[in-house]
């Protein structure tokens, strides 16, 4: 059986998306958690981390016979297993437009990312009113609502996600939902019906009580 390394499930985004995918393909894993215990986000200097992925950092996936140590890899990996499970989508156009999105994800929004670091037990506060000012943070926020509405308008214009099934953009963009949660930012309708969408997916509610039960505690982020 594989087992996923992730970090704090209240505070790694990026663990949260291959474990999702794993979950939505019906892949049977083992999953160890190593705390995030210092250093940037995403890295740890917690020699855990260091053994279990080459990178040094978290999420990392080990199988009988390798290990895949980047998020998006390892979700590829997921969709390559599963290939009936929808996190890529059958047809051809829709697939390419579901891989833009998420590696526009991977590799992008600088802007939300770090104006709104991840932090699942925070409750919005007054003055997140003014992370929202920032032209890098609307135009994030902005982009990401027009990739929703084009996928949505071209691939399942009624369905509550984008291509049909939970799909890896799906798994990328379920932790920005958390985020524009917890800072209470304003989006469209249209917006807001796909956030909430992911946020009431049965695998992400196993993730957020897991968080939520956490204990551990890093200040940079809950004083962000």
Known sequence: MPTLFIGNKNYSSWSMRPWLALKWAGIPFEERVLPMIGGVYGKSTAPEIAAASPSGRVPAL????????????ICEWAAEQKPASGLLPKDPVARAF????????????????????????RAPKPEDAARFERTE????????????????????PKGPYLFGAPSIAAAFFTPVATRFRTYGAKLSPEGQAYCDALLAN??????EQAAKAETWVIE?????
């Open 202 to 207: 049965p695998s992400y509610l196993e993730w």
């Open 62 to 73: 080990k199988t009988n016979d390798l290990t895949i140590w980047d998020s998006l890899s």
């Open 137 to 156: 943070v609307q135009k994030d926020i902005a982009r990401m609502q027009d990739v929703w509405a084009e996928a949505r308008r071209r691939f399942n």
């Open 98 to 121: 579901c891989r833009s999105a998420a590696a526009e994800m991977h590799s992008g929004f600088q802007g939300v990312r770090n104006g709104m670091t991840m932090n699942i037990r």
């Open 220 to 224: 940079v982020f809950d004083n962000a």
